[in-house]
């Protein structure tokens, strides 16, 4: 089994920063991408920012300049730093991670339980 951990998230007030945090252990062989989605109520999932293995990054249009997003391949985590935060970040985020768990075995999609982030005043 794998299990992917949030945290980090929390009340910030606009134009403040954090950090969110997602440790992935359990039956882990290898991780391709690991990355966060965000989502509002009622609105679909919307991809935020992803890593490949070998450091490449990829960040959203919306958050591109404010956002950064790192990993820790050691510690199979990921990291999202996240400043000049504004009401419009206010979201459940999730991270995911694309693993195999053993050699032989298939690459699949692994998510977190989410955090909310709350950007206000």
């Known amino acids: 089994q794998v299990q992917l951990v949030e945290s980090g998230g929390g009340l910030v007030q606009p134009g403040g920063s954090l950090r969110l945090s997602c440790a992935a252990s359990?039956?882990?062989?290898?991780?391709?991408?690991m990355g966060w989605y965000r989502q509002i109520p009622g609105n679909e999932r919307e991809w935020v920012a992803s890593?490949?293995?070998?450091?490449?990054?990829n960040l959203a249009d919306a958050v591109k300049g404010r956002f950064t997003i790192s990993r820790d391949n050691a510690k199979n985590t990921v990291y999202l730093q996240m400043n000049s935060l504004k009401p419009e970040d206010t979201a459940v985020y999730y991270c995911?991670?694309?693993?195999?768990?053993?050699?032989?075995?298939?690459?699949?999609?692994?998510w977190g339980q989410g955090t909310q982030v709350t950007v206000s005043s």
């Open positions: 890593i490949f293995s070998d450091g490449l990054t």
């Open positions: 359990g039956s882990i062989f290898s991780i391709s991408v």
């Open positions: 995911y991670a694309n693993l195999r768990s053993r050699p032989v075995s298939g690459a699949m999609n692994y």
